[in-house]
């Protein structure tokens, strides 16, 4: 995993599909910590 202290970008307004919300309940994952791992660069490669 990299770790970073600073946006790669700048996020502006967050969506997310009805389907993507029902998942994210379903899973421990947090919506939160994916769209931090993604502003910071950490794209799973």
């Known amino acids: 995993m990299i770790y ?3 946006a790669k970008f700048p996020l502006g307004q967050i ?3 009805p ?3 029902e998942l ?3 899973t ?3 919506a939160a910590a994916l769209v931090s ?3 910071h ?3 799973g490669d």
Do not use: Y
């Open 28 to 30: 421990s994952f947090s």
């Open 15 to 17: 969506v997310a599909t």
């Open 37 to 39: 791992r993604h502003v």
């Open 41 to 43: 660069g950490d794209w």
């Open 19 to 21: 389907g993507a919300l």
């Open 4 to 6: 970073s202290n600073s």
């Open 24 to 26: 994210l309940q379903e």
